[in-house]
């Protein structure tokens, strides 16, 4: 067990429509980034946030957005889903001052 | 997009054999880290060497890494059936940044 819980742990939905992935990071974690998993892109990270602030941005999608809470909680919106965004979505956390990232169970999510 | 590539990418060996993963990235990199994922489950840390280090051992793991070829290997020792997993290489341009995965190399043991 990383210390990193995701939920939900599944979630199939239909095109078009919005879904929240939520992270919570290990406890003192600041950091909180967010992966996609699939077969032809393979791990792409996604977007970072630290304390609250967006730190880095990477291949994320316009119809994507995240946040991070004050109680470093982060949620990740998907949303005008398409059958290409079917994927694993981790979220990862780090402490300050350390590279080494601790990864979620991950969300399976399944367009139909 | 990828930094680089794992090689190979499948492996099949038998149980207590050595298992040798090659990864080679593109740019300059602050460290490099390796992690396994057991199916569709999420990944582990095994192991991270920074730029300036040349071979690190934890347990059955060694790694090693050569900045000049921009290439790392993960050797496992007396493998074992547990270890039947997908093998990744990340690497981290500079501090507290993102990683940058390869592709994986996915190992099968058989007992």
């Known amino acids: 067990d990383s210390g990193v819980t995701q939920t939900p742990k599944h979630l199939i939905t239909a095109t078009g429509q919005r879904v929240t992935l939520r992270c919570s990071p290990r406890s003192g974690d600041l950091s909180v980034y967010w992966y996609q998993q699939s077969l032809d892109q393979g791990l792409q990270f996604l977007i970072q946030?630290?304390?609250?602030?967006?730190?880095a941005k990477g291949n994320i999608l316009e119809r994507f957005s995240a946040q991070q809470f004050p109680d470093l909680h982060s949620e990740l919106n998907l949303s005008s889903l398409e059958l290409g965004d079917s994927a694993l979505y981790f979220c990862?956390?780090?402490?300050?001052?350390?590279?080494?990232?601790?990864f979620g169970p991950g969300t399976r999510l399944t367009v139909l | 997009s990828q930094q680089g590539e794992e090689d190979p990418q499948a492996l099949s060996i038998q149980e207590g054999e050595n298992a040798t993963m090659n990864c080679s990235y593109k740019t300059s990199i602050n460290n490099l880290q390796w992690y396994r994922q057991n199916s569709g489950r999420g990944l582990v840390h095994l192991i991270l060497i920074r730029s300036n280090e040349r071979e690190k051992h934890s347990g059955r793991l060694r790694v090693t890494l050569d900045t000049s070829k921009k290439s790392s290997s993960l050797l496992i020792t007396a493998s074992r059936a547990a270890d039947t997993a997908s093998y990744f290489c990340?690497?981290?341009?500079?501090?507290?940044?993102?990683?940058?995965f390869g592709k994986g190399t996915r190992l099968s043991v058989i007992a």
């Open positions: 946030y630290y304390n609250g602030e967006e730190r």
């Open positions: 990340a690497t981290v341009h500079s501090g507290n940044t993102p990683l940058v």
């Open positions: 990862a956390s780090n402490a300050p001052n350390t590279d080494t990232q601790y």
